[in-house]
């Protein structure tokens, strides 16, 4: 089995859906000629032509219009922004149109649309290239949010979010384009939407976290294990559909929690996990969930990058405080 | 409409013997300032001493420093992505502007935005702006502001022609019309938008954009500096008067990448084609040449000029590399009031 990096896995994703299924066509501003920039699309345009592979203008409100109508028309548009911090021009036909066919139709057209999204910081990148803005999303109806964690997740998610007859905005953490390889199989495989994983079991605290800061929580595991805590870490993988029961049967058994992500801590989706482990299982708990989360400021860039997103240090912080509670 | 190709004119640029020649002079220096700013900004960057990215305004400085001469200082600019040009023309610090590029504490945005996060009330630049036409509105509404306030001020919309695909432009020019507002819409057009030549993303012809909402419009050579500089005048001074808005569209080139990281082109623009622009339009140069045909300066003051900007500039970067990152405590400041 051949190592990948993030943005292998896609590109590969992204050439067997389109080998396999004529309906799916990409399109994007520079993901042609150029491969896209960050090479997401390499190659294709060489193998399915500028009709499948196709470079717009630079309007990220109409990418999006076009494929709401192509999508709801037969066709299985993957469109790519180039930053997340570029996609708020399209929120009005996310919101008000995507998110909405099915229930407008009552369930008579579908949108089977594909947002490839990367986001999130650690690459020093200049302001409005760094955000992690899921929270929008996952606040939208009828929108799914998934958000792979590794190379491997990458592959799996992304095949299921072409297939899934609804929008899904597919939010890729550039911070692990290339930062990390693991094996990546060449055959076909799917990861279902809306199922978390349990990627390291334990028994002594919940670590609930999704993307890119993964890689920082299990960095906080190894400094826990160290003083023999057993933490256990789940990757929420979809934010919307949310998949609670494993969350709440790992809480039932840890009877604590700590949420890790890197959008600012108000609103953010660790909100909402905190406010469904409460409803579901608020008698377990021995200590309140906390979260590990950037400011509610702008991402400072470029020197308090560092600080600004959640590292190691920071979540085994947070853990002392809720086992000490 | 191109009379400049041609280099060695004398009196081809209207309006320009009306400009003495202290004021040409500052024109090439301007010009001359920005373009070593930026090769400095490249070192830096090939020197990863400069973190993030930057594009780099080299090939362009006739448009910035055309439009912005024709300006007073309390009048209004908007930026782009490719702002350094923008900035510098307006007034811009140099020792701040090199902080802010370095992300330390005395840069414009105390080191915490970068190349494209740069505003500077002190000169009316309202801003650098990352995305991609996000400042035709904030233009266009402080055209309306400086109306109904009763100011003179006029404000200029810089953007490159790849802004020509968000709708929000068409949306303030239309409202600049209606109202008649003092804006100056300028579009760049350098031929390319990121890595796509922009006749593959832009239907039509520029200019019928603007003139569909009655704006008045001029396509000129963004290479010539007086002639930039000349027509600014003259609209401005129509802005001024109240005669509403008008469309700027100046052809010109950016020499380097995209970006500073962008080494390998020639898969989106030919080596030769980049080699018959820096040869032949290098807007410095152009103007330079003029300079010492029509005896308004000799090669040794040219130098002189050059030497003087060169020892500036170092001193500013020296500045920016000593000073401090801003402190952690700072990470909540300035979002709210
Ligand atoms: C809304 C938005 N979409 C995409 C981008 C990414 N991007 C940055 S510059 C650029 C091309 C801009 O072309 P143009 O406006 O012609 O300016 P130039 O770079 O040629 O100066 C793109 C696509 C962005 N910054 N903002």
Redesign the pocket.
């Known amino acids: 089995m051949a190592k990948r990096t993030m943005i292998e896995a896609i590109n590969l994703a992204l050439k067997q859906e389109m080998e396999k299924d004529p309906r799916a066509l990409i399109l994007g501003?520079?993901v042609g000629k150029n491969g896209g920039?960050f090479r997401a699309t390499q190659g294709l345009f060489d193998i399915f032509g500028e009709t499948r592979v196709v470079d717009t203008p630079?309007s990220?409100s109409a990418i999006i219009g076009v494929a709401i109508g192509m999508a709801v028309y037969g066709l299985r548009p993957i469109a790519e922004i180039?930053?997340e911090?570029?996609i708020y021009?399209s929120m009005e036909q996310l919101a008000s149109h995507a998110g909405r066919i099915r229930t407008r139709s009552r369930g008579r057209y579908h949108c089977p649309i594909v947002v490839r999204l990367p986001y999130g910081g650690g690459i020093r990148a200049p302001e409005?290239h760094s955000d992690s803005n899921e929270a929008y999303f996952v606040h939208t109806p009828g929108i799914k949010v998934v958000i792979p964690s590794t190379p491997y997740e990458a592959k799996g998610l992304l095949i299921a979010a072409i297939r899934d007859p609804d929008p899904v905005i597919f939010m890729e953490p550039k911070k692990l384009y290339r930062s990390l390889r693991e094996e990546v199989p060449e055959e076909e495989y799917l990861i279902p939407l809306g199922q978390s994983r349990i990627v390291i079991e334990g028994t002594d605290i919940t670590l609930i976290t999704w993307g890119a800061m993964l890689q920082p929580t299990l960095q906080a595991a190894t400094l826990m294990e160290k003083r023999g805590i057993n933490p256990e870490i789940i990757d929420l993988r979809t934010l919307s559909p949310l998949d609670m029961q494993t969350v709440i049967e790992s809480v039932e058994k840890t009877h604590k929690a700590v949420i890790v992500h890197e959008a600012p801590a108000s609103c953010g989706v660790g909100a909402e996990v905190i406010a469904r482990i409460n409803e579901k299982a608020l008698v377990h708990l021995e200590a309140p969930v906390a979260r590990v989360a950037g400011f509610d400021t702008v991402m400072p860039l470029p020197k308090l990058e560092k600080y600004y997103l959640p590292n190691a240090e920071r979540v085994a912080e947070a853990v002392d405080r809720v086992l000490n509670f | 409409m191109t009379q400049s190709k041609k280099t060695g004119r004398k009196q081809q640029s209207p309006g320009s013997s009306a400009l003495d020649r202290e004021r040409l002079l500052r024109l090439y220096r301007q010009m001359l300032k920005i373009r070593l700013f930026e090769e400095q900004v490249n070192q830096l960057y090939l020197g990863a001493k400069m973190p993030g990215l930057a594009?780099l305004y080299i090939g362009q400085e006739a448009v910035a420093v055309g439009v912005c001469e024709a300006l007073r200082r309390d009048d209004y600019i908007t930026s782009?992505?490719?702002g350094h040009g923008h900035c510098l023309a307006k007034g811009a610090s140099l020792d701040k502007m090199f902080a802010e590029l370095l992300g330390k504490a005395p840069g414009y945005c105390r080191g915490k935005g970068g190349s494209m996060h740069i505003a500077d009330q002190d000169t009316g630049n309202l801003g650098a702006n990352?995305?991609?036409?996000?400042s035709a509105g904030i233009a266009t509404g402080a055209a309306m502001s400086a109306k109904m306030r009763g100011s003179d001020q006029v404000a200029v919309c810089f953007?490159?022609?790849?802004?020509l695909g968000?709708g929000l432009l068409y949306e303030e020019m239309n409202m600049a019309s209606l109202w008649k507002l003092p804006v100056i819409y300028v579009c760049?057009?350098?031929q390319?938008?990121?890595y796509t030549s922009?006749r593959e993303t832009t239907a039509g012809e520029v200019a019928a954009r603007a003139e569909a909402f009655g704006i008045h419009t001029e396509t000129i050579d963004g290479q010539d500096v007086q002639l930039v500089h000349a027509k600014s005048l003259t609209l401005v001074e129509r802005a001024r008067r109240g005669k509403g808005p008008a469309f700027l569209h100046c052809n010109t080139y950016?020499f380097h990448g995209?970006h500073v990281g962008d080494v390998d082109r020639t898969y989106y623009r030919a080596k030769k084609e980049e080699e018959e622009w820096k040869s032949k339009r290098d807007p410095v140069k152009l103007f330079a040449e003029w300079l010492q045909k029509s005896e308004m300066a000799d090669g040794k003051l040219l130098d002189q000029i050059e030497n003087e900007i060169a020892t500036r500039i170092k001193e500013a970067v020296n500045f920016a590399l000593n000073a401090p990152y801003p402190e952690l405590d700072e990470v909540g400041q300035d979002v709210y009031a």
């Open positions: 501003e520079d920039v630079l990220e180039q930053f911090g570029f021009a409005h | 594009h782009t992505h490719r990352a995305i991609v036409g996000g953007f490159g022609e790849g802004a968000q760049e057009n350098n390319y938008n990121e922009y950016r995209h």
